[in-house]
């Protein structure tokens, strides 16, 4: 009985915590395909509707053809192409820093970036609420790790003040991607530099969305020169997969020479980074999609909002809607569901106790009459569901 892994479950379940995988077979942007069933995607970090694009799709089969679907080794043994360094390049120029490096997912960029700049003499200050993988990686460094409240800058100062360690690293999501704000970004750095302090920005969500031809989150707020640590995944926004990371020279050398999760694992495919590329190119130039987007979360915030729901401050393509207790978001979900629409819900431990919601994600492959479906249907659930429940 050493390993009682039923109990453990059991008691998941219990809280209704417990978390059950849907296999979808096939569909993107939009649309999903569950058991049979055709169901309008609202759960996709798909922002623009890139993952099926024609162009991306040809992309990558075309580079299949050539190059194989493995890549067969490591960037730093023989895994390295010259479509993986023409995407660097290319991302390099696209967020207008000198040099940019893939990682194979976001999860490891972060690890290998926190645990490669820091150690056992430094200290990372990190808002509360980021992403899983940012909280994972500055545990694992080893440095001293300080959480600072969400989104406050006064908060961070006070941690930071007379720190002694050696190096200094804030860290953010520009986007958080359960609540769907984006971090005040000049006035982290503010702090950050009157502390002598290193900014980090996971800009996850941001990337392709937000800011002049979707440079991200650090282009919107005017502070791209300020943080020295930009990175991003390629799966949400760029519809394909992967991370990156952008800054100077000597820190992506130094990810080269010291980041673990970089050196020892399988380069990604390199048709994947032929996808990328053409994904891009229409990110660069997608203000119609951008425009659109903005517009479907407009409508919707206004009139979810007159319908009585609790949103949250977000701006952004995600949207949460809160609920409070996990059966009932796992019940909203479920009604939704039934009339033809994917929603998750979201439970803790991924947000605080007492905070379950569901993670709306709009996509620029929806449509005007998509937004229209989700809100009659929200309207139903409101006079079904126990509305007193509603507030947090
Ligand atoms: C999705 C996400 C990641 C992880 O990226 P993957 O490529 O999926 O591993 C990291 N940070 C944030 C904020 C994310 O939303």
Same mark, same amino acid.
């Given at each position: ?16 915590? $417990? ?12 649309? !999903? ?13 798909? $922002? +623009?509707?890139?993952?099926?694009? #024609? ?18 080794? &490591? ?11 023409? +995407? ?15 990682? &194979? ?19 990372? %200050? ?19 790790? @300080? ?9 961070? *100062? ?5 720190? #002694? ?7 953010? /999501?520009?986007? %958080? ?24 920005? /996971? ?6 969305? +937000?800011?002049?031809?979707? @440079? ?8 791209? *020169? @300020?943080? #020295?640590? $930009? ?9 394909? %997969? ?19 999760? $970089? ?14 590329? *053409? ?16 517009? +479907?979360?407009?409508? %919707? @915030? ?42 998750? !819900? ?9 905070? !379950? ?6 996509? !620029? ?23 007193? /429940?509603?507030?947090?």
């Amino acid at each position: 009985m050493a390993f009682d892994l039923d109990s453990a479950l059991a008691e998941r379940r219990a809280r209704h915590q $417990y978390r059950q995988r849907l296999t979808l077979s096939g569909g993107s942007g939009r649309e !999903a395909r569950l058991d049979g069933r055709r169901l309008i995607n609202f759960a996709s970090n798909d $922002y +623009l509707g890139l993952a099926g694009h #024609p162009h991306v799709v040809a992309a990558m089969q075309d580079a299949a053809a050539r190059y194989g679907v493995g890549s067969g080794a &490591s960037h730093l043994v023989t895994g390295h192409t010259d479509l993986h360094e023409a +995407l660097e390049e290319a991302l390099a120029a696209f967020t207008g820093r000198p040099r940019a490096l893939l990682f &194979s997912t976001g999860y490891m960029a972060n690890q290998g970036i926190l645990t490669a700049l820091l150690d056992k003499q430094d200290a990372v %200050f990190e808002d509360r609420l980021n992403h899983a993988s940012l909280l994972d990686g500055g545990l694992a460094s080893g440095a001293r790790f @300080r959480r600072y409240l969400h989104n406050q800058p006064d908060n961070l *100062a006070s941690k930071l003040a007379g720190s #002694p360690a050696r190096r200094k690293l804030v860290v953010t /999501d520009g986007v %958080f991607s359960m609540d769907g704000d984006s971090a005040p970004l000049a006035a982290l750095c503010d702090v950050a530099e009157a502390q002598d302090a290193w900014v980090m920005v /996971d800009d996850a969500h941001g990337f392709g969305v +937000l800011g002049e031809g979707g @440079r991200g989150s650090v282009h919107a707020q005017g502070v791209n *020169a @300020r943080v #020295p640590v $930009y990175m991003a995944t390629l799966s949400k926004a760029a519809g394909t %997969f992967g991370a990156f990371v952008a800054g100077s020279e000597a820190l992506i050398e130094t990810l080269i020479q010291f980041a673990r999760p $970089y050196v020892y694992t399988t380069a990604l495919p390199p048709a994947l980074a032929a996808a990328t590329l *053409a994904s891009l190119d229409i990110i660069a130039a997608a203000d119609g999609r951008r425009q659109h987007l903005a517009q +479907l979360v407009q409508d %919707f @915030r206004q009139q979810a909002t007159a319908q009585g729901w609790q949103l949250l401050p977000s701006q952004t393509p995600i949207q949460p809607l809160l609920v409070g207790r996990e059966a009932d978001a796992l019940a909203l979900a479920q009604q939704l569901r039934e009339q033809g629409l994917l929603v998750p !819900a979201i439970r803790p431990p991924t947000v605080p106790a007492g905070e !379950a919601r569901l993670r709306i994600t709009f996509s !620029a492959a929806h449509t005007q009459d998509d937004l229209g479906q989700l809100l009659d249907a929200l309207a139903l659930a409101r006079r079904t569901l126990n509305p007193g /429940d509603q507030d947090r």
